[in-house]
Each structure stands twice: as structure tokens, then as C-alpha cells.
Nanobody
Framework: QVQLVENGGGLVQAGGSLRLSCAAS????????MGWFRQAPGKEREFVAH????????YYADSVKGRFTISRDNAKNTVYLQMNSLKPEDTGVYYC????????????????????WGQGTQVTVSS
């Protein structure tokens, strides 16, 4: 059973930064795309960013492009999300996820492309 554990959330003022991390169990971490999603109260979970198994390919939602950076360290089975220039609308619970075997590239911007999820970490940005 794969376990994903996020850390790094918290309360920050607008314009500030946070770095989230997600540690994964298992020995084939580098074989999978990893994604970050977020969910604000009363809203659906939305895609934030994903990264290829090697770390050489990344993709971002338009709302975070230029402000957030996804990266991974396969030696540590960990994926990161560096969040800069945070805005109040970035507030929500942030989840990391591991891709589903056989998923197509286009599915990685959707929750359907993933079958393992972390418990989430709260990010609150005050104005």
C-alpha cells in the first residue's frame, strides 16, 4: 500500500512563500508522475501542477504559473511544491497524488489520473 504524507502548510501573509513536501512510500517512486491539487471550502478539488517521473517535465495550472514550482528528489521519494507570491485565493487544502498506472498524459490534470492521495495540508493566505 502506497502512503503519501504532506508537510509544510501553514498561515502566511499575501506575497509570502511556503514550501510543501510530500514523502512517498514504495520502491518505484521514479516510475510515476506526481501531482499537486488543492481544494478550497465549498469547491471541487483542482489541479495545481504535475511532474514526470524523471523530473524533467512539469506542467502548471494557469492560476499558479510563474509563482509555483514543482520538483522532486527521487533519492528521497519526495515531491515538493514551492509557492511564492501567494494570494488569498491560493487558500485551501493541498494534496499530493501519485499517478494511476496506464493513465494518459492528458489525465494528469484531472483527479482521475491518480489513485493514491495524501491526507492534505492546509494553506491559508491572509490579505
Amino acid at each position: 500500500q502506497v502512503q503519501l504524507v504532506e508537510n509544510g502548510g501553514g498561515l502566511v501573509q499575501a506575497g509570502g512563500s511556503l514550501r510543501l513536501s510530500c514523502a512517498a512510500s514504495g520502491r518505484t517512486f521514479s516510475s510515476y508522475y506526481m501531482g499537486w491539487f488543492r481544494q478550497a471550502p465549498g469547491k471541487e478539488r483542482e489541479f495545481v501542477a504535475h511532474i514526470s517521473g524523471s523530473g524533467g517535465g512539469t506542467y502548471y495550472a494557469d492560476s499558479v504559473k510563474g509563482r509555483f514550482t514543482i520538483s522532486r528528489d527521487n533519492a528521497k521519494n519526495t515531491v515538493y511544491l514551492q509557492m511564492n507570491s501567494l494570494k488569498p485565493e491560493d487558500t485551501g487544502v493541498y494534496y499530493c497524488a501519485r499517478s494511476r498506472i496506464g493513465s494518459s498524459y492528458t489525465s494528469y490534470t484531472s483527479t482521475s489520473g491518480y489513485n493514491y492521495w495524501g491526507q492534505g495540508t492546509q494553506v491559508t493566505v491572509s490579505s
